[in-house]
């Protein structure tokens, strides 16, 4: 009896161990995720600065194929040794070769060089993603405050190659004159979202004409750009409205995915950002 009752102590404190334990394991699953890291307008603008001046539905593309950062490195390959097809022909060979991508990365695949971009900077690929996903209206911000700029210092306007328009509420809108042909802006982006001084180089300048016709449709080419009023990403015509708060199985809204009978279902895992500290914006936003 004695022994029994010298016992009890250390029971007792065995039971308050596993009733802790278990509290634990409790308040572990029903406290809320660790709240995601948020971009500021200045880290945000550096992010999209090498990309703001692209043309809308190529934008639209790149955003999308950035939160697929894992899947760049092997597209980018796969458009460096097929880089001498164009047009039906290379739209065949991406269909014959059955890849594995999301259509927002093989629809990068045209562009060998945008793709070469994105992997060797496979770190900013990957901090765009996750701005796409956790910030997409504040990306969007972005580009419109760098196409202000590049605009008011006279080097975003009409040419040969993409119109220029500004809607209502001032956004900017740059859109192909023949859809069916893309050239690949280059600038240097310290250039164009700077007042201009004297002695330096045209700010921007076009690449070779890239065939986008009807044999790409399967990609969300024709279909892909943005409503920027309302600050709505469209891919293949559909509104694109997954975040990290509702939506970590993503389904893919291309209603005709390439390889597939019904739409994809892309798993996206919820990677943690520690973007370096930056400035506010001097200029107000909307």
């Not at 060089?113 to 701005?131: E, K, Y």
């Not at 798993?267 to 400035?279: A, D, I, M, N, V």
């Amino acid at each position: 009896m004695k022994d029994a009752i010298q016992r009890r102590p250390e029971r007792w404190s065995r039971l308050k161990m596993t009733a802790g334990l278990v509290c634990a394991g409790v308040f572990a699953l029903s406290a809320p995720a660790r709240a995601q890291v948020q971009f500021s307008p200045q880290q945000l603008d550096d992010l999209v600065g090498r990309i703001a001046l692209y043309p809308d539905p190529l934008l639209a593309q790149l955003l999308t194929a950035s939160t697929y950062s894992e899947q760049i490195k092997d597209a980018a390959q796969w458009a460096d040794q097929h880089s001498y097809l164009t047009g039906g022909n290379l739209a065949g060979a991406i269909q014959q070769d059955n890849l594995p991508w999301d259509p927002s990365v093989q629809a990068l695949l045209p562009f060998p060089s945008v793709l070469d971009m994105m992997a060797g900077n496979i770190f900013w690929t990957r901090q765009l993603g996750d701005a796409v996903l956790g910030q997409r209206g504040d990306v969007m911000d972005a580009v419109q405050a760098m196409r202000q700029k590049a605009r008011e210092f006279g080097y975003l306007q009409d040419n040969a190659q993409y119109r220029v328009t500004v809607g209502g509420p001032g956004d900017i809108e740059i859109v192909p004159v023949d859809p069916g042909f893309y050239c690949l802006p280059v600038y240097d982006p310290l250039i164009v979202f700077g007042r201009p001084r004297v002695g330096l180089a045209v700010g921007i300048s076009f690449g070779p004409r890239i065939a986008l016709g009807a044999a790409f449709a399967p990609w969300g080419w024709g279909r892909s750009g943005f409503e920027w009023r309302s600050r709505t990403m469209l891919v293949d015509g559909h509104a694109w409205a997954r975040t990290r708060e509702n939506h970590e199985v993503y389904r893919h809204p291309y209603v005709r995915p390439p390889h597939a009978e019904g739409p994809r279902v892309e798993r996206h895992e919820l990677r943690p950002t520690r973007p370096e500290r930056g400035g506010g914006r001097e200029e107000h936003r909307r």
